[in-house]
């Protein structure tokens, strides 16, 4: 995961009385995909670090918009629930972020952010955001139906207003409630005078009054710019280095502890990536096991009809072992039919021997699929792959079931490939012999 460290800290962070000290902020990156990039485990082992060393705070750097809405929810808890001062570096929010924005204390929006586009060359290159771009929106999951969208716009919305932090005094926790709910609710404009709050937006038909004290947050993503943000006063905007923003804030130092909670994010996602590896290699296998027994169930009948039609004593081979009489029985004439019938035995009874081994290996690996789905029962699974392993299990229980009914009669089938195999072991030094009686 690329992460871009913003050395920053948010105005009136500490009383102006203690302006002139130094401050230690541990910066918490929430880049890329919430849950993959980005996860409780490593949010909550540098809120651990951060109180461990007695660090004034953590900034919440987020650059994201995809991930599931739980994970960020969860995240946002234990953002909320510390006792930390929590600051908020917003270049980019939306989606499953959106609660973790709001369960920071407080916010700062960069002037400017950057982002990687594809050249004409199959390149990338880095093209820059201004104060213009959105800085929040909400971008819900694709869907194809209405009901279920507004649905996930009114819990991502409850979501969003339960990670509302205890520190907000209530002029500011009122104004984030409205923006919260402009966010989960398109018909809602942002009303900006006399406090934000959230109004009914204006008819789409209509061209909005340039003097209206509203943001048309409902024409926008939802959404908000980073100028609308900073103009209403919920975040103030800073250019993005450390020089400029210490003597804006007057401190006599800012102290970043960066490095410690990337690498504490990093790894943790680098694990849960790991777990992910292994967990896709499970499901693969498990599926895997059942293609391949179910090639193996399909062969069966065609090595069985091979089987049996290369028994020496089928009807159509019996004219190539002319036999003789000889010390009172017939035998099989010596010479080349007696090494005919030897070489006819032994290729017979690899084909039986082919029988037996399908059979074996379509129970070792039913049984082998069986225990990776047993295993899977075992592991968390994450909401990135939660739909496809939930696709996996049901594709493997009803191919499983179909397996099962297509090897019901191979009990029969492996004691007559037994039998025979061991006839002919018999047959190969020891042709029969009818004895002619006296």
Same mark, same amino acid.
């Given at each position: 995961?690329? %992460?871009?460290?913003v050395?920053i800290?948010?105005?009136?962070?500490v009383?102006?009385?203690? /302006?002139?000290?130094?401050?230690?902020?541990?910066?918490? +990156?929430?880049?890329?995909?919430?849950?993959?990039?980005?996860?409780?485990?490593?949010?909550?082992?540098?809120?651990?670090l951060?109180k461990?060393?007695?660090?004034?705070g953590?900034?919440?750097?987020?650059?994201?918009?995809?991930?599931?809405?739980?994970? =960020? /929810?969860?995240?946002?808890?234990?953002?909320?629930?510390?006792?930390?001062?929590t600051?908020?570096?917003?270049?980019?929010v939306?989606?499953a972020?959106?609660?973790?924005?709001?369960? %920071?204390?407080?916010?700062?929006?960069?002037?400017?952010?950057?982002i990687?586009?594809?050249?004409?060359?199959g390149?990338?290159?880095?093209?820059?955001?201004?104060?213009?771009?959105?800085?929040?929106?909400?971008?819900?999951?694709?869907?194809?139906?209405?009901?279920?969208?507004?649905?996930?716009?009114?819990?991502?919305? @409850?979501?969003?207003?339960?990670?509302? +932090?205890?520190?907000l005094?209530? @002029?500011?926790?009122? /104004?984030?409630?409205a923006?919260?709910?402009?966010?989960?609710?398109?018909?809602?404009?942002l =009303?900006?005078?006399?406090?934000?709050?959230?109004?009914?937006?204006?008819?789409?038909? =209509?061209?909005?009054?340039?003097?209206?004290?509203?943001?048309?947050?409902?024409?926008?993503?939802?959404?908000?710019?980073?100028?609308?943000?900073?103009?209403?006063?919920?975040?103030?905007?800073?250019?993005?280095?450390?020089?400029?923003?210490?003597?804006?804030?007057?401190?006599?130092?800012?102290?970043?502890? =960066?490095?410690?909670?990337?690498?504490?994010?990093?790894?943790?996602?680098?694990?849960?990536? @790991?777990?992910?590896?292994?967990?896709?290699?499970?499901?693969?296998?498990?599926?895997?096991?059942?293609?391949?027994?179910?090639? #193996?169930?399909?062969?069966?009948?065609?090595?069985?009809?091979?089987?049996?039609?290369?028994?020496?004593? /089928?009807?159509?081979?019996?004219?190539?072992?002319?036999?003789? #009489?000889?010390?009172?029985?017939?035998?099989?004439?010596?010479?080349? +039919?007696?090494?005919?019938?030897?070489?006819? %035995?032994?290729?017979?009874?690899?084909?039986?021997?082919?029988?037996?081994?399908?059979?074996?290996?379509?129970?070792?690996?039913?049984?082998?699929?069986?225990s990776?789905?047993?295993?899977?029962?075992?592991?968390?699974?994450? +909401?990135?792959?939660?739909?496809?392993?939930?696709?996996?299990?049901?594709c493997?229980?009803?191919? #499983?079931?179909?397996?099962?009914?297509?090897?019901?009669?191979?009990?029969?089938?492996?004691?007559?490939?037994?039998?025979?195999?061991?006839? #002919?072991?018999?047959w190969?030094?020891?042709?029969?012999?009818?004895?002619?009686?006296?």
């Amino acid at each position: 995961m690329t %992460c871009r460290l913003v050395l920053i800290v948010l105005l009136s962070f500490v009383p102006s009385a203690i /302006a002139e000290e130094s401050v230690r902020l541990l910066q918490i +990156p929430v880049i890329g995909t919430v849950g993959a990039d980005v996860t409780a485990e490593g949010v909550q082992q540098a809120l651990m670090l951060a109180k461990a060393e007695a660090w004034n705070g953590v900034m919440v750097e987020i650059d994201a918009i995809g991930g599931d809405p739980d994970d =960020g /929810a969860n995240i946002a808890s234990l953002i909320r629930d510390t006792n930390l001062e929590t600051i908020a570096i917003i270049r980019s929010v939306g989606g499953a972020a959106l609660p973790i924005l709001f369960a %920071c204390d407080r916010w700062v929006v960069l002037e400017e952010t950057s982002i990687e586009v594809p050249d004409q060359r199959g390149g990338m290159l880095t093209e820059m955001l201004d104060r213009d771009r959105p800085a929040i929106q909400t971008l819900p999951a694709i869907t194809s139906d209405l009901a279920r969208l507004e649905s996930e716009l009114r819990r991502l919305g @409850k979501m969003t207003m339960e990670a509302f +932090p205890s520190s907000l005094d209530p @002029k500011r926790r009122q /104004a984030r409630m409205a923006l919260a709910r402009t966010m989960a609710d398109p018909s809602m404009d942002l =009303g900006t005078e006399p406090t934000p709050a959230a109004i009914p937006a204006l008819d789409r038909g =209509g061209d909005p009054d340039p003097k209206a004290n509203r943001i048309r947050t409902s024409r926008q993503g939802p959404g908000i710019t980073a100028r609308q943000l900073s103009d209403a006063g919920f975040a103030p905007m800073i250019p993005e280095g450390i020089d400029p923003l210490a003597s804006a804030l007057g401190y006599a130092e800012i102290e970043a502890m =960066g490095d410690s909670g990337l690498l504490l994010v990093v790894d943790a996602a680098n694990l849960d990536f @790991k777990a992910r590896g292994r967990l896709n290699s499970i499901v693969d296998s498990m599926i895997g096991s059942l293609d391949s027994a179910s090639s #193996l169930v399909s062969a069966m009948p065609w090595s069985l009809t091979r089987a049996r039609l290369s028994m020496p004593d /089928a009807t159509r081979l019996r004219q190539r072992f002319p036999m003789v #009489l000889s010390d009172g029985g017939w035998r099989i004439s010596p010479g080349e +039919p007696a090494r005919r019938w030897q070489v006819t %035995c032994e290729d017979s009874i690899r084909r039986w021997s082919a029988v037996l081994e399908i059979d074996a290996s379509v129970r070792t690996l039913l049984a082998r699929s069986q225990s990776l789905r047993n295993e899977i029962e075992g592991l968390q699974i994450g +909401p990135a792959d939660r739909d496809r392993v939930t696709a996996a299990v049901a594709c493997w229980a009803e191919n #499983l079931e179909s397996l099962r009914l297509g090897t019901e009669g191979w009990k029969s089938l492996t004691s007559e490939a037994s039998e025979a195999v061991s006839s #002919l072991r018999i047959w190969v030094d020891t042709p029969p012999v009818l004895i002619v009686r006296p």
